[in-house]
DNA sequence: CTTCTTGCAAATCATTTGCAGGCTT
DNA sequence: AAGCCTGCAAATGATTTGCAAGAAG
């Protein structure tokens, strides 16, 4: 029933060349070094190996963000952090902190096995060339997330903001610079947010949260 | 600069239906709902929306566990669970609990901009599924996972605590069942897991950890 | 001579893109 | 006309699979 493996060159190479990384490979990262030392491997036997391995439990594959998997020389449990801008993957040591548990009745009914924490954000080397680039620009930050209002978000709820009375997005279009149809959309924006609500169809009016944001 | 966006029909309907699921569907379930409404709606134009829609923060793309993405019409920060076996997504609500925070000093230089939690598991329907199959057959659990031990594996480490001094591959295998190749692999494993070392090349000895652990 | 592996090529799966035509200002 | 949007088909990127041949027990 459970197969043989069988420690072949190839398999010791890849399985030593990952050991040596630290940096938490792709299978295509891993195959570039592997192939230095033997170039007649083929992709296809790096991913298979990959795949072999960590199901024999030698190795580990890594669930993190990317489109690519990656793999890990370490089995012992421990966190990541990710670059969001060249996806680079760094370990994490939580020391202090103890681990987060799931009481069974706050897991939905799930037989919880683990938990993964995975940290995000801009690594040393990215950071360098954001502040670059960003020199004399204005700040980034999302303009259309969470509580943040773009220009356009702005200018609606201002405007909504000096009527008396709920309105249409005609009347809103009038006093702003945008069409109707290009109203529209930032309603919609708006209203998820919880800055616009709508009394009655195709009616809008700024609520109280929408008024503090606005100040 | 900044590109006008458009309430467009399927672009709406997109939304709505995004709305109406609790269930953090991938780009081509949703184009299946959707298609229901819009039988003319292509794939690519749902994968395009959902791509425009995160962007302007209507909705939020998420990195979680599989091969595929996955859309959230919720824009707060929750955390979610993942079913290994169906790959269904849940929201987990951690009340109590605070959020951990990483302080600069443990961040590896990274600029941190936020965390990510993702518990795992068997769903509710799949721990059904999984309790008929497994009935009568042996209780599963990774053999060859952390500090489990294959039969394989005791195998061999009952053959090294009876040897006095570091011995060979071909002695481990004279005294087991096993082929001196098909003994290469198991010694793999049990030197990563610490429960064997290696004095000298090709000469493998149990640790106390190997000791301990087979008892 | 059976079992496990390999390299190569082709297939698959999720996602993205180019393009010609469409709809709205 | 300008700008954004669509459907369709073809391209892409990551990964997997079929297969004939090779190596090992």
């Not at 399985?15 to 033997?38: F, I, M, N, Q, W």
């Not at 919880?112 to 620009?137: A, D, H, M, W, Y």
């Not at 945008?178 to 609500?197: D, F, M, N, R």
Request: aromatic share 4%; charged share 35%; proline share 3%.
């Amino acid at each position: 029933m459970e197969k043989q493996l069988r420690m072949t060159h190839q398999r010791e190479v890849i399985l030593s060349e990952l050991g040596k990384c630290h940096t938490h490979p792709t299978a295509d990262e891993l195959y570039e070094r592997v192939k230095k030392k033997l170039p007649r491997i083929s992709l296809a036997t790096v991913y298979r190996n990959l795949e072999i391995l960590s199901e024999a439990g030698l190795i580990r594959k890594l669930e993190v963000s990317g489109r690519q998997k990656r793999f890990d020389w370490d089995l012992r449990q421990h966190d990541h952090i990710y670059c969001v801008h060249c996806h680079r993957v760094d370990n994490i040591d939580l020391k202090g902190k103890k681990r987060l548990s799931l009481p069974a009745r706050e897991s939905k009914g799930y037989e919880v096995s683990g938990c993964r924490i995975e940290f995000f954000g801009l690594c040393p080397g990215c950071r360098k060339i954001q502040q670059k680039t960003r020199k004399g620009e204005e700040k980034m930050g999302c303009k259309t997330c969470g509580t943040g209002l773009s220009d356009k978000q702005r200018e609606v709820l201002e405007a909504l903001a000096k009527c008396k009375d709920a309105c249409g997005s005609k009347d809103i279009a009038a006093a702003t610079s945008l069409e109707p149809k290009q109203v529209s959309c930032q309603i919609t924006a708006l209203k998820k947010k919880g800055y616009v609500a709508s009394p009655a169809r195709c009616k809008y009016e700024i609520t109280s949260e929408g008024k503090a944001a606005l100040s």
